[in-house]
C-alpha cells in the first residue's frame, strides 16, 4: 500500500495574509494556493522549475488594482507579483517563486474590432489564434505569427515583444501595437500610445508615477541618444525590453509601448491593449525546397531573398524525421516526397502571398524557374514542390509550428532543450555563425535540432541534455557563455524573439555602461523589485541581484530524485516538455477538452504530467517502489484489504491531507479521449498512466461504488439485455434517477435497444464468426469475408447499428460474420482495474486470436473500443502476446474500393457531413479520409465537420460529478454543429458516446455513416 504524501512545501505565512486581506476586500476574481495548482504553475516551457507562493486569477482591471494597492501596504513591501498569460515562454520569463497573477482565466475578451480603421482593443488574456478567428470575419489578421498561437495569449506576446515567422514583412508584436493599458504597482494606470512633445509635457508636470516615470525616461533619451545609437545593432529582431533605441519613433514622438513591449512583467499588468490589424491576404503559396545539407539551405536563403518572399522559414532533417513520426506528417507527406538516392538534410518554405492568384503565380514560377535553371551541387537544391492556396500552405505551417514540441518527443533521455534557442544575427552572416554554433555544440558531443526564421537571421537551436545527469548541468553554463562570445562577434543578440527571462545575467554585459539606465527604468516603475523581480533589470542603488542561468532551480534536478524504474513504469508522462499544446484554445479541436470545459490547468495534459512527476517525487523519497506496489496491488485480497482502506477512507473524509487526492482530483477530471496521445507531440499518455495510478490510489482507499458500475458494466449488460422493457422502464422513473445520482454517482443511464443482437442474427440470416464457419468458406468467399468484433455498447445499445452494418457488407457482397461477444476491458482500464483489465484483455485475445488465424480481417464498430487494441492492449501485452490488427470498419472497407467499382452504385449526388470521434481523429488521422474515400465510391461527398469533443466520452458524461462539465464542452462546439440548419438533415456521426450526447442534450437522432449508407442503398433498389 503506497504511503499518504503529506509533507508538501507550504504557503509562506505572509503570502497567506496577503490573500486573506486581498479576499477580506472587494475583490472578485480567484485565488488558488493548493499545491497542485501551485505545481502545476511552477513549470512553462524552460528548463526550469519554481514553486510559487499561489495563484491569483482576476476578473477585471479593477481586480488587478487592489492586488498592487495592497501590495503597496507596507506589511506586504517584500510580497512578489509575477504576470502570466499562456505560460508558453522558454526562459522561465512567467515563473516565480512569489505569487502568479493569472491573466489568461477571465481576463480575456475581445472589447472591439473596428473594421474601418483596422485595429481591435482586447483584454490581454485573449490568445492570438482566438482574436484572428474574430478578425478575420472582418478580412483582417494580427500579424506576429507564432509557433504557440493556439494558446499564447496577446499580453504574453506584448511582453516578449514576440515575433516570429513573416517578420521581415510584418515585424515585432510592438509595430503593431497602438495603445496599451498598465496598472502600475501604486494601483494606478496608464494609458500609453504616440505622444507629440506638447502632450509628453503635460504628463511630466504632473507629480504622480506616471509623471516619474515619463520624466525618467524622456530625460535617459535626451542625455544618452548618442550612446545609444552607437551601442545596439541594426536588427530585423532588435531589442525586446526597456528598448533604449525606440524611445522615440521614427517621427521623433515618445513612445512608452517602446518600453513595455518586451517587459516581461517587470514595470506593470498590461491590461488591455489596440492593437494593429492588416487585410488577410487572398492568395497564399510556399515552395518547398529540400537540401542536401542544412549548411546549403542556410547559404542559399541569401539568393532566395533576392526573389521578395513574404517569409522564408527553415527545418533541419532532425525535426523533419520526427515529423514522419507524428500525426501531422499525413497531411503534408506528398509536399516532402522521399526519393531513391535523396537524402534531404534541410528544407527552406519560402513563402508568397497577394491578393491574386495571378500576382503569387508571377512570383512562384520566376523562383521555381530560378531553381530548375540553376540547380547544381554549389547550391544544393536536390527537389523542390508547390503548396498553392491557403489550406495546403497551413498544412505544412502547421508542421513548422509544432518543431518544437517534435524536437521534444526525440528517442532516449537526452532531449533537446531551450537555452541558446533564439540568437539573432545579421542574416548574411547566419550560415557562418551557424556553422561556428555547431562547432561549439560538436565539441560537446551532443545532438541538435535546428529551425527558425533563416529571412531574418533567427534560428533556434536545441542541444539535446538530460538534466536528470547531474555531469550535464554545468554544459549549461559553458554552452551558453561561448553563444554569447559568439553573437557578439557575429554583431548579434542572445534572446532574438524569446525574451531574456533567466538569462538576464547577461543584460549588463549587454547594454555595459547603458545598463543603469534600464535600472533607472525599473526604479521608476518598480522601486521595491516586486514585479517579476531578478529579470532584466534590478533597480539602480539596490541591492538586487539579477537571477542567474545555474542558479535558478531545473527541472531536471527535481527528476532525477525519481528512480529510473519508478519513472519507467510512469514514462507516458515523464517527458512533458511544457510546450503546453494541450493548452489550445480552439474549441474545435480535439485537444484537450478537460482544459477547454474548466480553463483550469490541473485539467490538461501538461498539468497532469506535471503533478505525476510530483507525486512520484514524493513516493520515491519515501523509497516507494511503485512497481512492486502495483504487482502488490493486484495480488492483494479484497477482503483482507478493506479494513486499512476503509480506515484511511474514513481519514479522507475527516480532512486529512494527502496530496495524492489533489491528484486524484486531477485525473479524475480526465475524459481518456486519448486526444493526447495523437496530437501531443511528446504522446504524452494521460488515460495510460491515469489508469496506473488510479490503481495504486485505490489500494490505499476505498473505491466509489460508480466505479464497480462501470467495471461491471460488460459483464451484466449480455443478461440485463434480455428484460429491455423493465429495465428501461426503471431507469426512466425520476425516482431512480435521483437515487443512482445520489449514491451512485450515475445520471442519464442509456436504454437498452428493444433488439437482441443474440436472438435477432439467427432471424437475419447473421453468421456467427466459428472455427467451423470459417473453415469452411471457400478460397473466394474468404477473399471477401469479414468478421465484426462486438463491444458491450454498440451490441446492446445501438443494435440496430451492428444489425445494419452487417446488412450493408452483405448487400455490397461481402461475407461477413459476426464474432461471439467478448468483454473488451476498456471501462476497467479507464477505471484503473489493472489486473481486471489485463484478465479481461487476455480472454477477449484468446478469442480474437483464434478467429484471425484463419487469415480474415476483423473489424470494430466503435472507434473507441476498437482502438483500445492498438493502444491499451499493445502497452498491457508488449512484446509477450501479438494483437492481431482491428481495424476500424472504414479502414478495411476503404482497401476493397476496386471491389466497390465492380459493383457500380451510384446515388444521387449530395453532400454530407461527418462529425468525427476525438479518439478517431487523433489517433487514427487516416479514419476521416477513408470515409471520404467511400463516400466517393456511392457519388457522394463527404465533408468532415470541425467540432471538438462532445463531452461524452465513453461514460464520463455519465458520472454525476462530472455532467455540467460534459455539457460545457458540449456546448462549446457540438451544439452548435447539431443545431446548424444547413447541416441538419446531413449529419452522420462515427462515435457511440457522441450520437449519446447528442440524444441526451438535443434529443436528436444521429446515424452512423453505414447507416446512411444502407438507407440509401435499400432506396436506390
Known sequence: MIPKLSEISPTQSKYLQFIERL??????????????????????????????????????????????????????????????????????????????????????????INKEEGWARVQTGVVKDQLNRAAKQHGLFFAPELSTSNRATIGGMINTDASGQGSVMYGKTRDHVIELKTVLLDGSIIDS??????????????DNRAAHIHKTIDAIHANKRDEIARKFPTLNRCLTGYDLAHIRDQNNQFNLNNILCGSEGTLGFIVEAKINLLAI?????????????????????????????TSIETVDSKVLNLAQNDIIWESVEPFFPSKANEDTQGINLVEYTGNSVEEVQAQIAKLTKTLETNSDQSSGVIGHTVAFGQDEVNKIWAMRKKSVGLLGNAKGEKRPIPFVEDTAVPPENLA???????????????????????????????????????SQEPMIREITDKVVALTQKYNGLLWGEHGKGVRSEYAPAFFGDLYPSIQEIKRAFDPRNQLNPGKIATPLKSDSQLLKIDEVPLRGKFDRTIPSKNREQFKEGMYCNGNGGCYNFDPNDAMCPSWKGTRERVHSPKGRASLMREWLRGMSEQGIDVVSESHKAKQKNAVFNFVPKLLNTLSKRRGDYDFSHEVHESMMGCLACKSCVG????????????????????????????????????????????????????ISRSWTQHLTSKYLGFVDAPKFSKLNLKKESPRRGIRLATPL????????????????????????????????IMELLTRLGFQAFLA??????????????????????????????????????????????????RSEYEKTFGTSRKVPNIQLLQEWLATHTEHLNKRNIKFEEETIHLLGHCTEKTNAPSSIKHWQTI??????????????????????GHESKNLETSKTIYGLSWKEAINNPALSDSLVATGYSCRSQVKRIDDKNLPHPAQLLLTKLKAAE
Open 23 to 112: 479576499k477580506a476586500s472587494s475583490f472578485q476574481g480567484e485565488t488558488n494556493l493548493d499545491y497542485a495548482n501551485r505545481v502545476v504553475l511552477s513549470t512553462d516551457n524552460s528548463i526550469y522549475q519554481v514553486l510559487p507562493q499561489g495563484i491569483i486569477y482576476p476578473k477585471s482591471v479593477e481586480d488587478i488594482k487592489l492586488v498592487t494597492q495592497l501590495s503597496n501596504n507596507p506589511d506586504f513591501h517584500d510580497i512578489v507579483l509575477s504576470p502570466r498569460g499562456g505560460g508558453t515562454g522558454t526562459n522561465g520569463q512567467s515563473l516565480s517563486d512569489g505569487l502568479i497573477v493569472d491573466l489568461s482565466k477571465h481576463m480575456n475578451k475581445i472589447l472591439e
Open 193 to 206: 500610445t504616440t505622444l507629440k512633445d506638447e502632450s509628453l509635457d503635460a504628463i511630466k508636470s504632473g
Open 281 to 309: 491576404p487572398s492568395v497564399a503559396a510556399l515552395v518547398n525546397i529540400r537540401y542536401s545539407s542544412f549548411e546549403h539551405s542556410l547559404r542559399h536563403a541569401q539568393e532566395l531573398l533576392k526573389a521578395n518572399p
Open 432 to 470: 557562418d555563425f551557424i556553422m561556428e554554433f555547431r562547432a561549439v555544440l560538436d565539441s560537446y558531443s551532443v545532438q541538435y535540432g535546428m529551425f527558425g526564421h533563416v529571412d531574418a537571421g533567427v534560428l533556434h537551436v536545441r542541444p539535446a541534455l538530460d538534466l536528470k545527469d547531474e
Open 679 to 730: 496530437q501531443c507531440p511528446i504522446k504524452v499518455d494521460v488515460p495510460e498512466f491515469r489508469a496506473k495510478f488510479l490503481e495504486l490510489y485505490y489500494a490505499r482507499y476505498l473505491r466509489p461504488a460508480k466505479d464497480y458500475l462501470i467495471g461491471s458494466l460488460e459483464y451484466v449488460m449480455p443478461y440485463a439485455s434480455h428484460f429491455p422493457t423493465p429495465y428501461n422502464w426503471l
Open 773 to 804: 464457419a470459417l473453415e469452411a468458406l471457400s478460397p473466394k468467399d474468404r477473399r471477401r469475408a469479414v468478421i465484426i468484433a462486438q463491444d458491450a455498447f454498440t451490441s446492446y445499445f445501438e443494435t440496430e447499428l451492428v444489425l445494419d
Open 820 to 869: 461471439p461477444y467478448k468483454p473488451n476491458g476498456k471501462p476497467l482500464h479507464v477505471h484503473g482495474f489493472m489486473k481486471s483489465f489485463e484478465r479481461t484483455a487476455k480472454k477477449n485475445l484468446d478469442m480474437l486470436q483464434g478467429l484471425r488465424f484463419f487469415g480474415i480481417p476483423i473489424i470494430g464498430v466503435d472507434p473507441s473500443m476498437t482502438l483500445t487494441y
Open 935 to 956: 463516400f466517393s465510391q456511392f457519388g457522394l461527398n463527404l465533408e468532415s465537420v470541425a467540432v471538438g469533443c462532445c463531452g461524452m466520452a465513453g461514460t464520463y
